[in-house]
């Protein structure tokens, strides 16, 4: 029911694109008459119709919303621009939601798209063309925010004008790391793996050895979730990394041309070693149908203490384990290799959420500076942290950034939680957080807290600390080119992709499972002349033609 | 003989096994929500809770009445259930008792019933359904959950048939001692329609306490969603890829497993308190209301 749903929406949104592009919607809250006085700022006043998805951990304070609240009021003082949300909806809604309104033709005058959205709408010529109000109304810090990131930029520009406010060119997230239980290392006199063949040796001592000292032989090597490669925790892309392989991203054949990372025969030789692992009982029997949330659980009962996840896992879900268990504690390495040559990062660079300007919108002019605003406030040497950024009022935090009407548009120009990083540690070796914006001064505090006992501070530690995620990105930054294999595109998903994509990318996963759960590898060539029959060559001529044009 | 007596007993042991496992399957679930939710946070978060709390605390539940956005959406669903029900009842008598007539005391009856059971084979669609609600201004309002279906027309055919059942006599001596149509419709044809007016109203009920979807997409602001959307938000995975460039603090609330156990079952008690209630009706009703000719 609910896969029909969204085949219905996505249908739906594509065919009544044409009749509203078609139809004649007057947009209130456009106001003509209105222009802007030598400061910037619009008088009479004009409304911003716009829309918005809600957080789960956002709360407001008392006798604030959307619609009235530090931002809001910036907004009316100091640009003359009221914002009026059409509709606010939890996260997650927000794509079905914002498909429907665009299917009715019913749009605000700014709002976030996705990569497909984007492309619809420009090419229904629903959008407001940016260029010249961004190089006429930019700021200094607007602009370096969105220069940050050139292939975000580029992503967002067709025909060479700029349709759009690109979002964060921000692999961080997109990384994996191993992340190892160093009590039980201790336990069992072993070293932190440095190579994939000692990434093994520990494996089989954790699974053998009993490191959890219950005298049961319950523990297994590494996690996996059924997933595979997504949603980043108990991920195996540390091992196709360490066989250079690279499923799901489009990387550069010999020939120069592109051609995509899940058909390589790299990737035969980490299935091989997944499918030994299986058969050894390193990985768990039941990953098959284990998520995300069910191998937290292993984590937490302390049942597997290897793992390959993104940067974030400390705060989730391995904090649980460490609060569970007082003596747990897990360290964060970089990907390792299983020969001589360095193990790559696998990035799946996918912008997918941009700000745009409907083309009805009189003043496309007021986005730019919306964002402006937004940027002075929370960047610049007068920013306000307290107001605009976050606050902490007895026990809870108000996280005034959320109220921003651009989310999503541009990198951090002051260098967003690599920043904080940097920020944080200094503090920590100067023993003196003054200087500490709030965000970081609460990563500090909760480091500080968990030095002085309280243990729930650790996931911030391995996050932001010393011995933490970031630096082990800050080593891997050093040498992009030997840390990172990004993907070579970047563009809006091709005519092929769109229809075949989703098709191929399950039987991707479900090939990949057979075989680690001991299928032939033969298996995996049947699955390469399929991939290539169902979509795969024409996807690949798509990709290499945009990149022809965009390299 | 014998060997009959054998047969038999072999077919009901093997029948009460397969019926009592799958009533396990449909129960055991509801029993495990309900120990996540009776546990301590710890002991969910290790996934060794199965059918029996671990760590017993009311904590979560606390947690979840003292919660405003729970209990907000809880008086909107309890507020769609007696609107809608109210509504849908009484469209459901009123379009039933013509179309139960026959053609010639009704002469363009089956024109009308085609013209609403045409409803149940094409509906409009999301979108035109969405633009209707849109543009007649119901958007965000609780009427823009009743009123789009207002007419069951699935109940509608329901009830039609068991006016039919009635017998006919019974309406044409009411008729005979003055009754018009109104009278006859509620002081004979309902008042003996009981059992099958119970069942409608328990699939009313139901349905109307289970939809999410429209609420998801005919409100405009979270404050406004009835219990299931809203308990939709709270159960959905989230996606963990794009939080990290996000607050990173939202990720605490991912293990939020006993509060989230604790709503979902919340959400399902009172359906599961009304229904014995009315199916107990229900059987009641059916022996009242048999026909004796």
């Known amino acids: 029911m609910a896969r029909w749903k969204?085949?219905?929406?996505?249908?739906?949104?594509?065919?009544?694109?044409?009749?509203?592009?078609?139809?004649?919607?007057?947009?209130?809250?456009?106001?003509?008459?209105?222009?802007?006085?030598?400061?910037?700022?619009f008088d009479p006043p004009i409304t911003v119709t716009a829309i918005r998805d809600q957080p789960s951990s956002m709360a407001?304070?008392?006798?604030?919303?959307?619609?009235?609240?530090?931002?809001?009021?910036?907004?009316?003082?100091?640009?003359?621009?009221?914002?009026?949300?059409?509709?606010?909806?939890?996260?997650?809604?927000?794509?079905?939601?914002?498909?429907?309104?665009?299917?009715?033709?019913?749009?605000?005058?700014?709002?976030?798209?996705?990569?497909?959205?984007?492309?619809?709408?420009?090419?229904?010529?629903?959008?407001?063309?940016?260029?010249?109000?961004?190089?006429?109304?930019?700021?200094?810090?607007?602009?370096?925010?969105?220069?940050?990131?050139?292939?975000?930029?580029?992503?967002?520009?067709?025909?060479?004008?700029?349709?759009?406010?690109?979002?964060?060119?921000?692999?961080?997230?997109?990384?994996?790391f191993l992340w190892v239980r160093t009590d039980w290392l201790n336990k069992l006199n072993l070293q932190p793996p440095k190579t994939f063949q000692e990434l093994e040796n520990v494996m089989r001592a954790f699974k053998t050895q009993d490191p959890d000292g219950n005298g049961k032989a319950d523990t297994y090597g590494i996690a996996l979730t059924k997933d595979l490669y997504g949603n980043g925790v108990g991920v195996s892309s540390g091992v196709f990394s360490?066989?250079?392989?690279?499923?799901?991203?489009?990387?550069?054949?010999?020939?120069?041309?592109?051609?995509?990372?899940?058909?390589?025969?790299?990737?035969?030789?980490?299935?091989?070693?997944?499918?030994?692992?299986?058969?050894?009982?390193?990985?768990?029997?039941?990953?098959?149908?284990?998520?995300?949330?069910?191998?937290?659980?292993?984590?937490?009962?302390?049942?597997?203490?290897?793992n390959f996840g993104a940067l974030w896992n400390s705060l989730w879900p391995l904090q649980d384990s460490v609060t569970n268990n007082a003596q747990a504690d897990w360290g964060v390495w970089p990907l390792v290799s299983a020969d001589g040559q360095p193990a790559k990062n696998s990035v799946n660079i996918e912008f997918d959420r941009f700000t745009v300007a409907n083309k009805k919108m009189k003043n496309p002019e007021a986005l730019i500076q919306l964002f402006n605003l937004d940027n002075e406030k929370l960047f610049s040497g007068n920013a306000d942290a307290t107001k605009f950024h976050s606050e902490v009022v007895g026990d809870k935090t108000y996280e005034h950034f959320f109220e921003r009407v651009v989310m999503d548009a541009g990198s951090n120009p002051v260098g967003g939680n690599f920043g904080h990083y940097k920020k944080v540690t200094a503090a920590l070796d100067a023993n003196d957080p003054a200087g500490l914006n709030p965000e970081q001064k609460g990563y500090y505090d909760k480091i500080v807290s968990f030095n002085g006992g309280d243990r729930a501070g650790w996931g911030t530690l391995r996050?932001?600390?010393?011995?933490?995620?970031?630096?082990?990105?800050?080593?891997?930054?050093?040498?992009?080119?030997?840390?990172?294999?990004?993907?070579?595109?970047?563009?809006?998903?091709?005519?092929?992709?769109?229809?075949?994509?989703?098709?191929?990318?399950?039987?991707?996963?479900?090939?990949?499972?057979?075989?680690?759960?001991?299928?032939?590898?033969?298996?995996?060539?049947?699955?390469?002349?399929?991939?290539?029959?169902?979509?795969?060559?024409?996807?690949?001529?798509?990709?290499?033609?945009?990149y022809a044009t965009n390299k | 003989m014998r060997a009959q007596l054998d047969s038999r007993k072999v077919f009901q042991t093997a029948n009460y096994t397969f019926l009592i496992g799958i009533s396990l399957l449909c129960i055991l679930p509801f029993i495990h929500v309900l120990a996540i939710s009776l546990s301590s946070k710890t002991a969910a978060a290790a996934g060794s809770v199965l059918f029996w709390p671990v760590g017993f605390t009311f904590k979560s539940y606390d947690y979840v009445l003292s919660k405003p956005a729970f209990v907000d959406a809880?008086?909107?669903?309890?507020?769609?259930?007696?609107?809608?029900?109210?509504?849908?009842?009484?469209?459901?008598?009123?379009?039933?008792?013509?179309?139960?007539?026959?053609?010639?005391?009704?002469?363009?009856?089956?024109?009308?019933?085609?013209?609403?059971?045409?409803?149940?084979?094409?509906?409009?669609?999301?979108?035109?359904?969405?633009?209707?609600?849109?543009?007649?201004?119901?958007?965000?309002?609780?009427?823009?959950?009743?009123?789009?279906?207002?007419?069951?027309?699935?109940?509608?055919?329901?009830?039609?048939?068991?006016?039919?059942?009635?017998?006919?006599?019974?309406?044409?001596?009411?008729f005979v001692d003055g009754a018009g149509h109104w009278t006859v419709l509620w002081r004979i044809l309902v008042p003996l329609s009981a059992p099958a007016l119970a069942t409608i109203v328990l699939f009313t009920i139901v349905g109307h306490w289970n939809s999410w979807f429209d609420g998801l997409i005919f409100m405009n602001r979270p404050e406004n969603y009835p219990l299931q959307s809203y308990l939709q938000t709270v159960i959905i995975q989230q996606d963990l890829l794009r939080v990290a460039s996000q607050s990173l603090d939202s990720l605490a609330e991912v293990s939020e497993r006993t509060s989230k156990a604790a709503q979902i079952f919340m959400g399902a008690l009172p359906i599961l308190l009304v229904y014995p209630f009315l199916q107990k009706y229900f059987i009641k009703g059916i022996v009242l209301g048999s026909v004796k000719e």
């Open chain 2, 74 to 174: 809880l008086l909107i669903t309890l507020k769609r259930v007696g609107l809608g029900t109210l509504i849908n009842m009484f469209l459901t008598i009123l379009i039933a008792y013509p179309l139960a007539k026959e053609v010639r005391d009704f002469k363009y009856r089956t024109a009308y019933a085609w013209y609403f059971v045409l409803t149940i084979l094409f509906s409009g669609g999301l979108i035109p359904t969405y633009m209707i609600v849109n543009k007649t201004y119901l958007m965000d309002t609780i009427w823009a959950l009743i009123i789009p279906g207002a007419v069951p027309v699935f109940n509608v055919i329901l009830l039609l048939n068991f006016f039919r059942g009635l017998p006919r006599e019974l309406e044409e001596a009411s």
């Open chain 1, 463 to 546: 996050v932001f600390g010393h011995d933490s995620s970031y630096k082990v990105i800050e080593e891997m930054y050093k040498d992009k080119t030997q840390s990172l294999e990004i993907s070579k595109f970047y563009g809006a998903p091709t005519k092929t992709m769109v229809e075949k994509k989703a098709t191929l990318e399950k039987m991707q996963l479900e090939t990949f499972t057979k075989i680690i759960l001991g299928a032939s590898l033969d298996t995996f060539d049947k699955f390469v002349e399929d991939w290539k029959s169902l979509g795969g060559d024409q996807m690949t001529t798509e990709v290499n033609d945009w």
């Open chain 1, 6 to 41: 969204q085949i219905m929406l996505v249908q739906l949104a594509a065919t009544v694109m044409l009749v509203t592009a078609c139809s004649s919607n007057s947009n209130e809250g456009n106001n003509g008459g209105s222009s802007t006085d030598e400061t910037g700022k």
């Open chain 1, 242 to 306: 360490a066989f250079h392989a690279y499923p799901g991203i489009w990387i550069e054949g010999a020939d120069g041309k592109l051609v995509n990372g899940s058909i390589q025969p790299e990737v035969k030789a980490a299935l091989a070693k997944l499918q030994e692992w299986y058969k050894e009982g390193l990985i768990d029997r039941e990953f098959g149908v284990k998520d995300s949330n069910k191998v937290g659980e292993d984590f937490t009962a302390g049942k597997v203490g290897v």
């Open chain 1, 60 to 176: 407001f304070k008392e006798g604030e919303d959307f619609e009235n609240n530090n931002y809001t009021k910036a907004y009316l003082e100091e640009l003359g621009v009221k914002v009026k949300y059409n509709w606010i909806v939890p996260e997650d809604q927000f794509e079905a939601k914002l498909n429907i309104a665009i299917s009715s033709g019913d749009l605000p005058d700014v709002f976030r798209v996705n990569a497909s959205q984007l492309k619809q709408l420009v090419d229904a010529g629903m959008l407001a063309d940016l260029t010249d109000v961004y190089e006429k109304y930019g700021s200094e810090l607007t602009k370096k925010s969105i220069e940050m990131g050139q292939l975000a930029k580029a992503s967002a520009t067709f025909d060479g004008k700029l349709m759009a406010l690109p979002p964060d060119e921000d692999y961080d997230g997109r990384l994996s």
